[in-house]
């Protein structure tokens, strides 16, 4: 199929918008066979079914490429809580936070959990999604990690999506280990990971780095395991303060470093030695208030490709809006339009560790979006409103 008569903001490289007026992409299956100027379309292609967009503008599909959408419950009342005077503390000690996720994941069956999932999914789906990664860490015991894993599974079984699980056994230490990270991280948060990836349930592993969660030493840990088993890693690191957890992600090769507010200058250097990607995660900085924006300028300096991703997740980031995340980043962060772009894009589709997507070029995978818009610097400059006109998945609208 041939769509004509396009505005392709084609990303080819990482340095403009690449646009080409009155382009035509040539779709084969599931694939983009070729992408140009109308007057340079070769012959082969003329006799093609043509879908004509009527000058619309065309991106590469939007891709998530950190989400904690499968969770039981949500946290709202402790949102009211707060915003009544009580200190994270007090919500603590009334059972909120973290701890009431996974209470509330663990007694949920997968159906239930599918279901919720399944409609923060769609909102993202609404905003021309194609590719999400879907963490676990909400279970934090062996059965309740693998239930929400199979889940994350049967929302790409689901919904016209595709979907790269993370497991996220050290995210927290539950109740019953209380004072026994290390004792958590080595009986259950390692035996579950063996289980999860002979199920074939994992594709990446991730941790939380910081104070409240796991040192370096035990992240480590984790990490010589994913190593054995042949899986790549990311990290939630330098989220609240700086642990060592963006050098520990550079020293494993890691696919990214998630959060890294509180990066420096080095970490940022040791990152682009690397060739890992830094996940820029702004709605977790607005929800929780911060004040430690992420180095950004350091990361341009140093060429670390930055990615953006909602965090959606029920306590530091209920968010679900891929065009808002954008926003985000250029108001908070200053980031351009076209880092924003190319963060929830081809960077994202790097910190999958998949290059075939995420930009308009031949070869790469036909998920593009189709906008009402007439630049693309509007999709991030806009704040809460959703110009998608249609979404092509796998070659498809
Ligand atoms: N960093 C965060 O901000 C979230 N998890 C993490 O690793 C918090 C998750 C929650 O509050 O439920
Ligand atoms: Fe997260």
């Known amino acids: 199929m041939l769509l004509t008569n396009a505005h392709i903001v084609t990303l080819q490289t990482d340095d403009s918008f690449g646009a080409i007026t009155d382009g035509v992409i040539a779709l084969e299956g599931s694939k983009i066979a070729w992408v140009g100027a109308a007057a340079q379309l070769p012959e082969t292609y003329r006799s093609k079914q043509t879908h004509d967009l009527a000058g619309r503008l065309v991106t590469p599909a939007l891709i998530d490429c950190h989400t904690h959408v499968v969770f039981g419950g949500n946290r709202a009342a402790e949102f009211e809580q707060r915003l009544n005077g009580a200190s994270y503390e007090d919500v603590a000690k009334a059972g909120g936070g973290i701890v009431s996720t996974v209470t509330a994941t663990r007694a949920a069956s997968e159906e239930v959990l599918l279901a919720d999932a399944l409609r923060r999914v769609d909102a993202m789906i609404a905003e021309g999604v194609t590719l999400i990664e879907v963490k676990s860490g909400y279970g934090l015991d062996h ?76 992240i480590a840990r984790v990490f010589a395991v994913a190593k054995e088993l042949g899986l790549p890693v990311k990290l939630h690191a330098e989220q609240l303060s700086n642990i060592g957890g963006t050098r520990l992600a550079a020293k494993h090769a890691a696919l990214s470093a998630d959060h890294v507010e509180y990066a420096t200058d080095a970490d940022a250097s040791a990152l682009a030695k690397a060739g890992t990607v830094a996940v820029i995660l702004p709605g977790a900085f607005y929800t929780l208030r911060e004040s430690q924006a992420p180095p950004i300028q350091s990361f341009r300096d140093h060429g670390v490709p930055m990615a953006l991703a909602t965090d959606c997740n029920p306590g530091s980031s209920p968010l679900t809006s891929p065009l808002l995340t954008m926003n985000m980043a250029c108001t908070l962060f200053r980031m351009t339009p076209l880092e924003a772009l190319l963060g929830m894009t081809a960077h994202a589709a790097r910190a999958l560790g998949d290059t075939n997507r995420g930009r308009i070029v031949a070869g790469a995978r036909a998920d593009l979006n189709i906008w009402d818009v007439s630049h693309p610097a509007e999709l991030s400059y806009r704040i809460g409103f959703n110009p998608l006109h249609s979404r092509i998945f796998k070659g498809s609208l």
């Open 143 to 218: 059965e309740s990690e693998l239930k929400m894993l199979r889940v994350a599974r049967q929302i790409a079984r689901s919904r016209p999506i595709d979907v790269r699980t993370s497991f996220l056994g050290a995210h927290a230490v539950p109740a019953e280990y209380a004072g026994k990270p290390d004792a958590y991280i080595d009986d259950v948060c390692i035996p579950t990971l063996r289980a999860a990836h002979a199920a074939g349930l994992v594709d990446a592993v991730d941790g939380f780095c910081e104070g409240i969660a796991f040192d370096t030493a035990q």
